[in-house]
Every structure is written in structure tokens, then in C-alpha cells.
């Protein structure tokens, strides 16, 4: 497996160039340079993974499950068969570190395939008696061609949760990439070639969302779309797709709470609070932004976790010690400076980082770097607290009651995840039972089941993927009444 220069489209199990013929630089975060360019397509493009994806999805959605899963399980132990290689790939494309790359995204990767591939061969269809009347069974059958739209932060991972449970139920499926980063599910298209996928069964189509991206949605005949990406774009895919009356998925940004009891285990508490903050630079949509610590335990937090948070290594992603890699591209760069900058000017106080370092190595020397950054002294309903940064940039406030941090964590217009420090069993239940977020971390962050639902609340989503959940998204229930 090797890193190509030139990222083409996926079609009907072939490399081809766009119709347009047109490609866009793909730039490497931790230089600022373009290494390599990848295909600019548009709606012609997705007409022609359309026609493969349509031709392919008879033979497909006809096969037994055992055999689906088989290709399936072949794509996972490929995946860990090339981990290394794959794991520089996505941390060249992303900035992520090398480390962080082999360890979470990659293997998370082949977990997708993996899991999807044996859940379909224990799946059951509910049955009902209705008296004496008439008999029903519930039929799920494959949808027909899904269209599956993921963000940059976790490129091969996110694009596996959805492709595994899409073709794993027998649909064909057309995705589309980050254009900022797509050279992991390139790689993918490679492995699934040796693992004797049939043509046609996935298609990996690349360009901008304002092509690509719409074209999908637009699409007539691709019913299933499922989208991980920001809250504003979520809106837009749910416009396009109302009038046609898709089925969607839609998993969207975050302004997580995490919040500290005094009566938690605070060594545990800081070093899972130093991850969930800056793990992947802070991009990752379930990383905790919003600190919340209680009065007494307050200041001995802030100290330990400025102490613990100082000593990440920022740096080359590709060194094995980097802890901190680059930020995606300049323009998620500037952001995160803005806020810094609006924080401030919202009466914030800078107690760590807040400015680019001045040096990281020679290679690196035009890239996309800024240092873990955490602010204190802000009001809670402040913008820096409400909008989503996507960043490593964290606030701390302190709080004098459980009601009163209910109330702080609930006040913000997203709900996807949170977490929470106590030793109290009582209080975490009765806490996690009144935050609004699809998922609540108690004494732990991104613990992650295959098999329980996964997804947001209010802005950051509506459906929910994972488990029998997705395989349910990804099939049609038909209700079949035989008379007795
Ligand atoms: P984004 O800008 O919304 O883009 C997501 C994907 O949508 C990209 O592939 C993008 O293509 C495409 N796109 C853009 N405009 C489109 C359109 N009009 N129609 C269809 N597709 C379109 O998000 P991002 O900046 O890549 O990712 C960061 C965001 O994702 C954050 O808000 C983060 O919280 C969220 N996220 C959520 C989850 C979750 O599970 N809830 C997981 C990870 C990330 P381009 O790249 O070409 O713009």
C-alpha cells in the first residue's frame, strides 16, 4: 500500500478520473504544503456511482448475510493487516498524532467492519399475534443506494460506521470524504478491492460539499443519507432532503459538558479531563469543552489540570512522542484564534496558551499548530461557551450545586455528550437522567460499545447510529399481515 499523489474516485470497483477532470489540492496540516491532490468532482460523478451503485445492488442485497459478512470480515483483518501504514496515511492528511492515529481511529476502523459483518448473522424480525385475526412479521429489506457524507476530524473511522452497517444490511452505498481529508478512504477503496467486494458495492466519490456533498443529497434515487459533519451543514442536508423525503441521519456538532463533584477521585478526574479536552487537538465531537467544577474543589483542580495539561508535548505529528498534532487547515486554525480572541474580550482569562508556538520543527515550520488553551473567568452563557469551537480550547467555571450545573451544562444549544466526575453513585444517576445529551460519560470519556445507540440531542442531531439501531436505519421495516 502506498500514499498516491493523485487521490481519483471509486466507481463500479475502478479508479477513474472525475468528469470534469479537475483536482484540488490536498495539504498537509502539520506543513501547510499540498502533498498530494484529490479528485474535484460533481454531479456527474455521482450519476455515474448512482448507475453503478443501482446495478450493483441487486446481486448485493440478494446475497446471504453469512457471505456479506464474510467480504466484511475480510475488510477488517485487511484493515489491521495494513494499520501502520493507514494510520500514517490519516495522520499525514489530518495532523493528528501518529500515535493517536494507530491506536484510536484505525482500529476503530476494523472494529466497524467487524462488528457490522457478525451482527448481521444474529439479527431476529418480530413477530405478533393478533388474536385470532391475523398473524404479522416484520420484513427488513436493504433500502437501495445510501449516501454517506463524513467530516475530517476522524476521516476513516466515521466513514466505516457508516459504510460497514450500510452494505452490511445489503444496500450499495456512494461516500463522500472530507475533501480536506480523504486519503484513508482511498486506501479503503484498495482493501475492499482485495477483499473481492463486488464492483459497484461501494463508491467513493471526492470533491467540495457544495458539489459533491449536494449532489448526493440531491440524488433522486439514493433514499438513505447518512451525515456526520457541523450543525449549520445538517441543516442544509435536511433541507434538501425533506421535499424528497429521504430517510437521514444526522450527526452534528457539540459543546460538551464535563463536569467535576468535589467528591470525585480527582486524579482520575484531571487526567480524564486533560484527554477529553484535547485529545486529537480538541477535534473530536465528543471532546468536553465546557468545564464545570465544583466551588471546593475548584482552585486544586485548576492548578493539577494546568500542571498536566502544560506538559503535552506539541509537535510533529509524524514524532512517535507528539501528544499534540496540527490543526486541520488555516481556516480551522483562524477560528480557534477567534475565539481566543472573543474570549478575552468577553472577560475571559488566558491561565494556559492562547498564542501559535513559536517553533516546532523545520519541516513543520508553515503548519497549522496552536497549544492546548484553557479559560477561565467567563460567564456561563457567554458565546465562547455556547458555540462550538472544535478546537484545543477549553473554559472552567465553577459551581456551588447540582442543580445549579444541571442547569449550566443543559444551557446551550447543543446535546451530544457529556461527562461526569463524583464517586457518588446516587448523584451520577440522577445527574446523568437530567443532562440533555445523547451520551453521559460517568468517571470515564469516549468509552465506546458498538452495540448502544450513539448520537446527539437538539443541535447536535436527530437519529442515532450504532448497534441494532443502524441496522435498523439502513433497512426498511415492512410489516407483513397474514390472515389466520
Ligand atoms: P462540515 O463542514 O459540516 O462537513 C461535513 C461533510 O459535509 C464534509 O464532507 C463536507 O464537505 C460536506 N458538506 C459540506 N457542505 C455540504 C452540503 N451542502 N451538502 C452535503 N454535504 C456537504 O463539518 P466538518 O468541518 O468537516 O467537521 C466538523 C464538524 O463535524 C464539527 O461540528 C463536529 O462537531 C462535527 N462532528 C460530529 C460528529 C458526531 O458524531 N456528532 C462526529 C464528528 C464530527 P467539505 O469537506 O468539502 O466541506
Known amino acids: 500500500m502506498k500514499i498516491d499523489r493523485k487521490i481519483q474516485n471509486f466507481i463500479d470497483g475502478e479508479f477513474v478520473e472525475p468528469v470534469g477532470g479537475r483536482y484540488l489540492d490536498n495539504i498537509e496540516p502539520a506543513t501547510g504544503k499540498p502533498y498530494s491532490q484529490v479528485a474535484d468532482s460533481d454531479a456527474r460523478d455521482i450519476d ?10 441487486a446481486d448485493w442485497s440478494k446475497k446471504p448475510a453469512a457471505e456479506r459478512s464474510k467480504i466484511l470480515l475480510r475488510i477488517a ?16 492528511d489530518t495532523g493528528k498524532p501518529l500515535s493517536l492515529a494507530r491506536t484510536l481511529d484505525i482500529p476503530r476502523a476494523a472494529s466497524n467492519f467487524r462488528f ?5 448473522l444474529h439479527t431476529q424480525s418480530e413477530a405478533h399475534i393478533t388474536d385470532n385475526v391475523a398473524f404479522n412479521y416484520t420484513l427488513r429489506q436493504a433500502r437501495g443506494i445510501a449516501g454517506l457524507i463524513s467530516p475530517w476530524n476522524l476521516p476513516l473511522y466515521l466513514l466505516s460506521w457508516k459504510i460497514a452497517p450500510a452494505i452490511a444490511v445489503g444496500n450499495t452505498a456512494i461516500a463522500k470524504p472530507s475533501e480536506l481529508t480523504p486519503m484513508t478512504a482511498y486506501l479503503l477503496c484498495e482493501i475492499c478491492r482485495e477483499a473481492q467486494l463486488p464492483n459497484g458495492v461501494l463508491n467513493i466519490v471526492h470533491g467540495t460539499g457544495s458539489n459533491v456533498g449536494a449532489a448526493i443529497t440531491a440524488h433522486p434515487k439514493i433514499g438513505t443519507i447518512s451525515f456526520t459533519g457541523g450543525t449549520v451543514t445538517g441543516k442544509k442536508v435536511a433541507e434538501a432532503c425533506a421535499p424528497l423525503f429521504k430517510k437521514v441521519s444526522l450527526e452534528l456538532g457539540g459543546k460538551n459538558p464535563n463536569i467535576i463533584f468535589a467528591d470525585a477521585d480527582l486524579d482520575a478526574a484531571i487526567a480524564g479531563s486533560v484527554r477529553s479536552s484535547f485529545a486529537n487537538q480538541g477535534q473530536i465531537c465528543l471532546c468536553g469543552s465546557r468545564l464545570f467544577v465544583e466551588r471546593s474543589a475548584y482552585k486544586d483542580f485548576v492548578d493539577r489540570f494546568i500542571e498536566k495539561t502544560s506538559s503535552l508535548k506539541v509537535g510533529d505529528p509524524l514524532d512517535e512522542k507528539t501528544e499534540q498534532g496540527a490543526i486541520v ?12 480572541d472573543l474570549a478575552q474580550k ?4 488566558i491561565a494556559l496558551g492562547g498564542s501559535a508556538p513559536e517553533s516546532i520543527n523545520e519541516r513543520c515550520r508553515d503548519g497549522y499548530f496552536f497549544p492546548p488553551t484553557v479559560i477561565t473567568g467567563l460567564p456561563v452563557s457567554c ?86 439501531e443502524a441496522l435498523h436505519f439502513f433497512t426498511e421495516a415492512k410489516n407483513v399481515c397474514i390472515a389466520r
Open 346 to 349: 468577553e472577560g475571559g482569562k
Open 329 to 340: 487547515n488555516k481556516a480551522q486554525l483562524d477560528k480557534v484564534k477567534f475565539y481566543v
Open 48 to 57: 455515474l456511482a448512482v448507475a453503478a451503485a443501482e446495478k450493483a445492488f
Open 383 to 468: 458565546r465562547t461557551n455556547r458555540e462550538e469551537i472544535f478546537g484545543p480550547v477549553v473554559t472552567i467555571t465553577p459551581f456551588d450545586s447540582e442543580e445549579e450545573v444541571i442547569e449550566y451544562a443543559n444551557d446551550c444549544d447543543y446535546g451530544l455528550a457529556s461527562s461526569v466526575w463524583t464517586q457518588n453513585l446516587n448523584r451520577a444517576h440522577r445527574v446523568a437522567e437530567r443532562i440533555s445529551t445523547g451520551t453521559v460519560w460517568v468517571n470515564c470519556w469516549l468509552v465506546r460499545d458498538l452495540r448502544v445507540p450513539f448520537g446527539g440531542m437538539k443541535a447536535s442531531g436527530v437519529g442515532r447510529e450504532g448497534g441494532i
Open 77 to 92: 483483518g485487511l484493515i489491521e493487516r495494513d494499520l501502520e501504514e493507514l494510520a500514517r496515511a490519516e495522520s499525514i
Open 116 to 120: 457490522f459483518a457478525t451482527a448481521i
